[in-house]
């Protein structure tokens, strides 16, 4: 079984696959064909990331890199014959509202594509929020996408452009109803590298739609993390780990920014939802 590690920078942490056909050990070193697990396993290597709370800069990814080869590194420079297939692969990036999951998409968009390789954006066009053809950042980075309301209908959309997309980034990954058996198919038999960025948890920090169902079927994920809000006006600065809402609504789906949710530390998240609570259940019971 590979190894798994868990790389902490700053406040972000990215669990990853570091494995190496060296390192196999078990059964799975009897049947996987090495040669094709060592090119596999470099794929996810070498990636780091900063948090939203660290200011605008993301560290480097090297996970363009070996696709910067074209993914063809057992073929000798200038042959004729036949190049092997891409190999697919699925990256995860989860964290709570304003922890730079968006910033950190577009950031993989602009490296693999600086590598040669065709990407499709696509988000949720039940995300409205800044524009309805874009993929917006909370601080206005922006990129056309699809926006679709499930990625049967992107691909759809795409038409005969879809077969040439070489990486899919999906942004609001929670909403899509069908991402589980999209990203599979995609990744397993299109050979298609799949870029998510969504929320694992919602405003109960309970799941939110299939993406933590992808986590077994991840080359890497990535938890990002934001700046707690009422630390910050202590004067405090605190890692954000969940999205307190702020409205009295009780829907898991209600789509806003700043003026329906907030990042908070666990003490704020618990002292809080407590609070907000309170006229929840008192209005209810009018
Ligand atoms: N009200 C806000 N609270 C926290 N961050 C904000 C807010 N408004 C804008 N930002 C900025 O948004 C950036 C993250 O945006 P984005 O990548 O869209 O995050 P995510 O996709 O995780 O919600 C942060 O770096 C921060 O500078
Ligand atoms: C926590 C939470 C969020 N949402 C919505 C709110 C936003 O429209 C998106 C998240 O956007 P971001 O890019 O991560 O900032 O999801 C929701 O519907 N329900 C929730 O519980």
């Given at each position: 079984?590979?190894?798994?590690?868990?790389?902490?920078?700053?406040?972000?942490?990215?669990?990853?696959?570091?494995?190496?056909?060296?390192?196999?050990?078990?059964?799975?070193?009897?049947?996987?064909?090495?040669?094709?697990?060592?090119?596999?396993?470099?794929?996810?290597?070498?990636?780091?990331?900063?948090?939203?709370?660290?200011?605008?800069?993301?560290?480097?990814s090297a996970a363009a890199e070996p696709l910067?080869?074209?993914?063809?590194?057992?073929?000798?420079?200038?042959?004729?014959?036949?190049?092997?297939?891409?190999?697919?692969?699925?990256?995860?990036?989860?964290?709570?509202?304003?922890?730079?999951?968006?910033?950190?998409?577009?950031?993989?968009?602009?490296?693999?594509?600086?590598?040669?390789?065709?990407?499709?954006?696509?988000?949720?066009?039940?995300?409205?929020?800044?524009?309805?053809?874009?993929?917006?950042?909370?601080?206005?980075?922006?990129?056309?996408?699809?926006?679709?309301?499930?990625?049967?209908?992107?691909?759809?959309?795409?038409?005969?452009?879809?077969?040439?997309?070489?990486?899919?980034?999906?942004?609001?990954?929670?909403?899509?109803?069908?991402?589980?058996?999209?990203?599979?198919?995609?990744?397993?038999?299109?050979?298609?590298?799949?870029?998510?960025?969504?929320?694992?948890?919602?405003?109960?920090?309970?799941?939110?739609?299939?993406?933590?169902?992808?986590l077994p079927l991840a080359d890497s994920v990535?938890?990002?993390?934001?700046?707690?809000?009422?630390?910050?006006?202590?004067?405090?600065?605190?890692?954000?780990?969940?999205?307190?809402?702020?409205?009295?609504?009780?829907?898991?789906?209600?789509?806003?920014?700043?003026?329906?949710?907030?990042?908070?530390?666990?003490?704020?998240?618990?002292?809080?939802?407590?609070?907000?609570?309170?006229?929840?259940?008192?209005?209810?019971?009018?």
């Amino acid at each position: 079984m590979a190894p798994m590690s868990l790389c902490m920078t700053g406040g972000t942490s990215t669990l990853r696959l570091c494995g190496s056909a060296g390192r196999l050990s078990g059964s799975a070193a009897h049947w996987l064909p090495l040669r094709r697990l060592a090119l596999s396993t470099w794929y996810g290597a070498g990636m780091k990331s900063v948090s939203a709370t660290q200011g605008r800069t993301i560290a480097s990814s090297a996970a363009a890199e070996p696709l910067a080869r074209g993914g063809n590194e057992g073929a000798p420079a200038g042959s004729e014959q036949q190049q092997p297939q891409q190999h697919g692969a699925i990256e995860i990036v989860v964290g709570p509202m304003f922890a730079g999951k968006t910033t950190e998409l577009l950031r993989r968009v602009a490296s693999y594509e600086a590598a040669g390789l065709r990407v499709a954006v696509v988000k949720s066009n039940k995300d409205d929020r800044y524009c309805a053809a874009n993929v917006v950042t909370h601080d206005g980075l922006r990129r056309p996408c699809f926006a679709s309301p499930s990625l049967a209908a992107f691909k759809e959309a795409a038409g005969a452009a879809y077969s040439g997309f070489q990486v899919i980034a999906v942004d609001e990954a929670q909403f899509f109803p069908d991402l589980q058996e999209f990203c599979t198919h995609a990744a397993d038999h299109e050979h298609k590298r799949v870029v998510l960025a969504g929320l694992d948890g919602d405003f109960q920090r309970q799941r939110f739609g299939q993406v933590l169902d992808l986590l077994p079927l991840a080359d890497s994920v990535t938890k990002l993390s934001a700046r707690c809000k009422f630390c910050a006006q202590e004067e405090r600065h605190v890692a954000a780990v969940f999205s307190l809402r702020i409205t009295a609504d009780s829907r898991q789906e209600v789509v806003g920014g700043a003026d329906v949710y907030a990042p908070v530390c666990r003490r704020h998240y618990v002292q809080l939802s407590q609070v907000r609570e309170v006229p929840l259940s008192s209005s209810d019971e009018a």
